[in-house]
């Protein structure tokens, strides 16, 4: 959610704010803004879009200066308006936020007693009306800054900028992430390192609580006590962060075309010598229980894990969305391992998750794309899925790499529990290697998808079916059509088909059966018979052995190569995105860019 930018240069920083906010879309927005300093003078355009009309209005209405912050919001609190958007500006400060006050409305009373009403809609300007009575009082930019922090509750990252000071900025993060850029007498800051990526190479993360007077001299970082605090410098390789979409159409295109690679670099990193690479202290054998935590897409990836961790190791699994597991307050065994999901690692309700079960659990472990992410760091072990970076909101090929580490993860636990002897491990190992393979035949069913996708586009309602660790497929395959493409679509476990959802099948409504032929192939097409007889169109996506018994009569029949039980839901997911990515370009919505939604979600 939200993005943002700020940079003291030697140049004018609107098109280096500019650049580095494009840099963000993927995170999700409604409107942009910029503010500058220029001999002494505060400014700000913003506008609500695309960037494309910040862009524009840069153009007619310049906006001159050397310092200056920047924002994409995702609107929480007020519709998506000019008013609204970021940077919100009081007297000598602007401010522009990513997360939630919640305490705002008590601010905004004590404010307006103060004579300091507000001109939007959102909580955020009320840590800029706040700042500005500190200064009205006397206090000096950095206090007055200071005392604001002090009085706010909830999530943030924050920067300010002030009339007056073209060598301040002030950075602050709590719950949000927030990263500092060091360059050769310029600084800079970013909601992440990609933003900062074409800058500078050395960056700074903001730990829980702190706050920085940042000068073009360097940063003051300090802690949540207010006591000063080194947080390391790291070089990032600037490879990692380079976006592009590499002459596809779609960013979304481009990275479901890289999930052989990507697999089969994880497998290479994870599996040496036939053995399983991890980290010491990798050991499951006296756990009595596994929780796994995660919001959306990654929920369903461990949805698909726990049938792994309970069938291959026999090890007990309870899996819980974030949201509710950190407000359920749930007892937790002390023989017990809580592994959280998330692809950018700053999911707040799964951080917030994660904070609940330390010290309550054996040991936490996070299951991440981003190595320097906020649940990396915070838990005792983090385990890179290395998809790449993923601009596409809808995620493809992180799903599929947090498949594969879990499914690793499972098999070290089976083998550790005595569940898998040495040769049952090496046949799953060898099934798993040959996924990067299995994967790239599944890609080339494209044209066919994109052909069926011309009918799916007319649908009010799409139905997923699965059995199995087909179920959660069947659910990530809903949700994946109904992000980008905006079609109702739900997934259901087909066992429960007859149980209610049955009641909207006809002939408008198509229903996807994800069943390879396994031992639960039969069960599943005892249902999509029952579809059939109640003149369903059914999309059968199977390998050739069921279409071959099981094709007859449906709509349409997707057939993929043949593979290895356990992991099917793997290979399986390429034809439920290659659906909804060519569904959506059928209907021409924005398949990057989905509206009303976010690529990090940093706020409750």
């Known amino acids: 959610m939200c993005g943002i930018v700020g940079a003291l240069g030697n140049h004018e920083v609107a098109p280096l704010l500019l650049d580095s906010l494009k840099r963000l879309e993927y995170r999700g927005y409604d409107s942009a803004g910029i503010a500058t300093v220029n001999a002494g003078r505060l400014d700000r355009r913003r506008a609500v879009g695309k960037l494309v009309h910040l862009s524009d209005l840069l153009v007619h209405d310049p906006l001159p200066g050397k310092a200056g912050i920047g924002h994409t919001r995702w609107a929480t609190h007020g519709a998506a308006t000019t008013g609204n958007a970021h940077p919100h500006r009081s007297g000598p400060v602007a401010v522009v936020h990513n997360g939630i006050i919640e305490n705002f409305r008590d601010l905004r009373a004590e404010l307006a007693e103060a004579g ?56 602050a993060r709590k719950g949000s992430p927030l990263a500092i850029g060091h360059g050769h007498g310029e600084m800079f800051v970013g909601s992440d390192a990609i933003a900062l990526a074409p800058l500078t190479d050395r960056i700074t993360y903001l730990e829980e609580g702190d706050y920085a007077f940042i000068t073009r001299a360097g940063a003051e970082i300090y802690d949540a006590e207010g006591r000063p605090a080194n947080r390391e410098i790291l070089q990032i390789d600037l490879g990692q962060t380079r976006v592009d979409k590499a002459g596809f159409k779609h960013f979304m295109a481009k990275e479901i075309a890289e999930q052989p690679a990507v697999l089969g670099n994880a ?92 010290g309550k659990v054996e040991k936490t472990v996070a299951v991440v794309n981003v190595p320097t992410s906020s649940i990396a760091r915070e838990a005792d072990l983090a385990l890179p899925i290395l998809a790449g970076i993923e601009v596409g909101v809808a995620s493809t090929k992180a799903f599929t790499c947090q498949l594969l580490v879990l499914a690793l993860l499972a098999l070290k636990a089976g083998h550790d529990r005595g ?126 052995r069921g279409a071959a018994e099981a094709g007859a009569g449906t709509w349409a029949c997707l057939r993929l190569p043949e593979v290895a039980e356990p992991f099917a839901p793997i290979l399986y997911a390429i034809p439920a995105q290659l659906l909804a990515y060519y569904t959506a370009v059928a209907k021409g919505t924005d398949v990057d860019q989905p509206r009303n939604l976010a690529k990090s979600v940093t706020v409750e």
């Open 116 to 171: 300091l009403m507000p001109e939007s809609e959102t909580d955020t300007e009320t840590v800029a009306l706040l700042t500005r009575l500190h200064m009205d009082r006397g206090l000096p930019p950095r206090e007055a800054a200071r005392a604001t922090l002090a009085r706010l509750h909830g999530a943030f990252a924050l920067l300010f900028l002030f009339e007056g000071e073209d060598d301040l900025l002030i950075a």
């Open 419 to 544: 569940h898998l002897d040495d040769a049952q491990l090496a046949a799953h190992l060898a099934a798993l290697a040959r996924l990067p393979g299995l994967i790239h035949q599944a890609l080339a069913v494209a044209p066919e998808i994109e052909k069926l996708a011309e009918h799916l586009a007319e649908a009010q309602d799409v139905l997923f079916l699965g059995r199995g660790p087909m179920y959660p497929l069947a659910l990530e395959g809903a949700l994946k059509l109904k992000e980008i493409s905006y079609i109702h679509a739900e997934g259901y476990a087909s066992g429960e088909l007859k149980h209610g959802p049955i009641a909207l099948i006809d002939r408008t409504v198509p229903v996807v059966v994800m069943a390879p032929h396994d031992r639960l192939f039969d069960k599943t097409v005892s249902n999509m018979q029952e579809v059939l007889a109640r003149h369903g169109q059914v999309l059968l996506v199977s390998d050739a």
């Open 267 to 358: 497998l290479a990193h994870y599996v040496k010598d036939g053995q399983i690479n991890l980290p010491a202290g990798v050991a499951f054998a006296g756990l009595d229980r596994l929780t796994l935590v995660a919001c959306g897409t990654a929920f369903y990836a461990c949805s698909v894990a726990k049938y792994w961790f309970e069938s291959l190791a026999g090890l007990p699994v309870e899996i819980d969305v974030a949201s509710e597991f950190r407000y359920r307050e749930p007892p937790m065994p002390a023989r017990s391992w809580a592994i959280f999901v998330s692809q950018s690692g700053e999911t707040a309700d799964t951080l917030a998750a994660l904070r609940y079960c330390q």
